[in-house]
């Protein structure tokens, strides 16, 4: 095939798996192991070995490079720090423990040599947080399990990968020298100088940062330049210590509290998601028959013990004493799927065992396909049967999440927060938010369309997403992100200024629902400076919706509070409600005939 076509063939598959995905709402790493599976070994269009040559290896460990980079991003300090006891336990006891337990499964199930089991005991540490979300928001898990698994994934990520590349470096370590001594010299010289070279270049890129040496629009580019050169100046002087030197890289870049480092998260947004893609893309088309004749009986009893043995004892054993019920830590050590960077790991791991001698290594890539498809399907189709089976779906109200904290939409998340409705405030401006944190509203500060907004907030504690920030396009962006999260008819936003010119304006078949009559931001500002107001009354035989209506004929109705959960309105929207359930509407400041006449008709608001 032709270099560009095959380039092209790799990035369409991997992208557009993941965008099918999207729209099926389905998990991505099957649609591109199918995706890899039938480009390759199915209908021979792509042979990677064969078309990329030499250039193979590098490719992939470039990839697998900023993988790891970016997993050491993540791991910020304060977080494990401010992360739950359990959670706590799952990384400095529960990793260990399930390293020690998968290598080995992998050694006496599997029958893998030592060697390979200790650095695939490692990797299966990891279980994938892009996985592990949408799985969540499919069982509507409780609240308290949910977060356990959804830390647990964000930061066993990249301790799984740290403890593979250690335990790769002993492995080099000990087959490069003839004697215990020089292994061990061997190994402190690897670890030392991948620890060096991380520090060092993790400092330069935050001061530099700091300092104001990298315009804004080039930090990403120098920061991917930067990683790129201390894998391979670090790789070059003593090999295999360029992964160790990018993953403490990523972690000091984590730790370093630079004010830019969210905007750096998107980092993984865009250049990692094309790299895992990529990748996936070609070490699932890469598995050619005698890989795949690789996966025996003992393979499949290898999966079946690391999913049904190894990941519920581990859990168990690391929570004992934390004051999470049987029923929880059950559920958590039922739901453990892995993701893609166990197979971009394994893949280039087993390769270089390969080429040290040990023939086995081979093995990992399939070993790890296997586990991720049995994973992925089993915990996909189990995880919403269990968790209503033990009593652990979520009984909260689905809540409301806001984005752009003005006057009008904290005054709404009070009014529904009176009403016992679960609701979060989100906005980039720390001055915005401090109304709704003088309220003791719950907030997120920053970008609710990052990375670190994709790890902080619990999307399945919310039903409804409003934006109501003054920026038009931002809006109608955040909901047309959101809606594939929360359903298109859950999603709205404030209404949109007039542009003059139709061609200048963001079409109107992006966005959310038009709420609060689809008035913009700068109208019900000026209402609130008059005074107008958030109501919630409640509905009986006696006072009916008839009734409501007619005395208040100038409310704006915004929603429809029921047992069975919150209802917001589009404008001309017929209004159906009966009683005990809440009208939430937005009123004028009363005159005092139309005080006096509401005052007759309704019992109390």
Request: hydrophobic share 55%; net charge neutral; proline share 5%.
């Amino acid at each position: 095939m032709d270099s560009v076509l095959m380039f092209a063939t790799i990035g369409a598959l991997g992208v557009g798996a993941q965008w099918l995905a999207w729209r099926l709402r389905l998990p991505a790493i099957v649609l591109m192991l199918l995706a890899g599976l039938i480009a390759g070994p199915g209908l021979g269009w792509l042979n990677p070995a064969a078309d990329f040559g030499e250039l193979l290896r590098p490719i992939v460990a470039v990839a697998v490079a900023m993988i790891l980079f970016e997993g050491g991003l993540t791991l910020d300090a304060k977080g494990l720090r401010d992360a739950r006891p359990a959670v706590r336990r799952l990384v400095f006891l529960g990793a260990p423990f399930a390293w020690l337990f998968a290598s080995l499964a992998a050694r006496y199930a599997a029958g893998l040599s030592w060697e390979s089991s200790i650095v695939f005991g490692g990797i299966l540490i990891v279980t994938g947080p892009t996985v592990i979300a949408p799985l969540l928001r499919q069982a509507k898990l409780a609240r308290r399990p949910a977060e356990v698994l959804r830390w647990e994934s964000i930061l066993n990520d990249p301790v799984g990968a740290l403890a593979a590349v250690l335990a790769f470096e002993v492995i080099t370590a000990f087959a490069h020298s003839e004697s215990m001594f020089g292994a061990a010299q061997h190994l402190v010289l690897g670890i030392a100088l991948a620890t060096f070279a991380g520090y060092a270049g993790g400092w330069f890129i935050a001061r530099a940062f700091r300092r104001g040496w990298v315009p804004e629009y080039m930090k990403v580019p120098v920061l991917l330049v930067s990683v790129i050169a201390v894998y391979a100046s670090t790789d070059s002087v003593l090999h295999e210590s360029g992964l160790l030197a990018v993953t403490v890289m990523g972690v000091f870049i984590a730790n370093a509290h630079l004010p830019s480092v969210n905007e750096l998260k998107r980092f993984k947004e865009h250049i990692t998601v094309l790299l895992v893609s990529g990748v996936f893309i070609l070490l699932a088309a890469g598995l050619n028959k005698e890989m795949i004749a690789l996966l025996d009986w003992s393979s499949v009893l290898f999966v079946v013990i690391i999913v049904f043995v190894v990941r519920p004892g581990t859990v168990l054993l690391a929570l004992i004493g934390t004051g999470l019920s049987w029923r929880e830590r059950l559920v958590v050590g039922w739901l453990g799927p892995r993701g893609v960077v166990a197979v971009a790991v394994s893949g280039l791991f087993g390769a270089r065992l390969a080429e040290l001698g040990y023939a086995d290594g081979a093995a990992l890539a399939p070993l790890a396909f296997a586990l991720v498809a049995a994973t992925v399907v089993l915990h996909g189709f189990s995880a919403a049967p269990m968790a209503r089976a033990l009593g652990l779906t979520s009984a909260e109200t689905p809540g409301v999440l806001i984005s752009g904290a003005t006057e009008w939409s904290v005054a709404l998340a009070k009014a529904l927060a009176e009403q016992d409705i679960p609701v979060m405030m989100a906005d980039r401006n720390w001055f915005h938010l401090r109304p709704a944190r003088e309220a003791k509203i719950p907030i997120y500060f920053g970008e609710i369309l990052s990375e670190a907004a994709e790890h902080t907030i619990d999307l399945t504690r919310f039903g409804t997403l409003v934006t109501a920030s003054e920026n038009d396009d931002h809006n109608t962006l955040i909901c047309t992100d959101f809606a594939p999260e929360f359903g298109r008819s859950n999603v709205f936003q404030v209404g949109r200024h007039e542009i003059k010119s139709d061609m200048r304006a963001v079409p109107n078949t992006l966005g959310g629902r038009a709420i609060a009559n689809g008035q913009p931001s700068d109208a019900l500002r000026q209402k609130q400076l008059e005074g107008w107001r958030f109501s919630a009354t409640e509905l009986s035989d006696a006072y009916g919706l008839d009734a409501y209506l007619s005395s208040r004929p100038r409310a704006d109705i915004l929603a429809v509070i029921r047992k069975s959960g919150l209802l917001f309105l589009s404008p001309n929207q017929p209004i159906k409600a009966g009683a005990g359930d809440v009208m939430l509407a937005y009123l004028p400041k009363a005159q005092p005939d139309e005080a006096r006449a509401t005052a007759e008709a309704a019992p109390a608001t």
